[in-house]
Structures are given as C-alpha cells and as structure tokens.
Nanobody, 124 residues
Framework: QVQLVESGGGLVQAGGSLRLSCAAS????????MGWFRQAPGKEREFVAT????????YYTDSVKGRFTISRDNAKNTVYLQMNSLKPEDTAVYYC?????????????????WGQGTQVTVSS
C-alpha cells in the first residue's frame, strides 16, 4: 500500500519560512518523479514544483521561483519543499504527489499517488 505523508505545515508570518516534508512508503521511491501542488480555498489545485527521480532536474511555477526549493533524499524516501519569503498568497493546502516516471511532470493527471495534504497559512 502506497502512502505519502506530508508534514511541516503551519502558521507563519509573511516573509517567514517553512520546510515541508513528504515521507513515502510502499513504492520504490527512487524510480518516481515527485511533485508538490497546492490548493487555496475556492481555487483549483495548482502545480508548485517537481523533481526528477534522481534530483537532477527541478521545475517551478513562476510565482515561487527564487523562493521555494524542492529536493529529495532517496535514502530516506522523502521529498522536501523549502519555502522562504512566504507571502499571504502562498496560503493553501500543500500536497505531495508521486509519478511513476523518471521525468518530471507539471500536470496533476500524470501523478499516480497523492498525500493527504498539509495546511500552510501565511499571515500578513
């Protein structure tokens, strides 16, 4: 049974930082591309960042470039999202996802497994 468990969300002031983690089990983690998505209240789920199976390539949505960093540790079956210079518009539930692919993906339908999400709230 595949499980993706996010952690690290919380309440932070604008300009602050958070580090999200997503621990994977039940899959061969090193063969999966990983991604982070987010969904704000009343909005559709949107792509945030993705990373290839070996961490060699990453890709970000424009609104987080230069502020967020995705990384992974295949020995720990974990993917991370370091979020700096947070803004109120970053407030959302953040989800990690796994795609049975070595290449990265920015569309949600390419992902096979999803976590339950972790809330990030940025106050102004």
């Amino acid at each position: 049974q595949v499980q993706l468990v996010e952690s690290g969300g919380g309440l932070v002031q604008a300009g602050g930082s958070l580090r999200l983690s997503c621990a994977a089990s039940g899959l061969t983690f090193s063969t999966y591309a990983m991604g982070w998505f987010r969904q704000a209240p009343g909005k559709e789920r949107e792509f945030v960042a993705t990373i290839t199976w070996n961490g060699g390539t990453t890709y970000y949505t424009d609104s987080v470039k230069g502020r967020f960093t995705i990384s992974r540790d295949n020995a720990k079956n974990t993917v991370y999202l370091q979020m700096n210079s947070l803004k109120p518009e970053d407030t959302a539930v953040y989800y990690c996802a796994a795609a049975r692919s070595r290449n990265y993906h920015i569309v949600s339908r390419k992902y096979d497994y999803w976590g339950q999400g972790t809330q990030v709230t940025v106050s102004s």
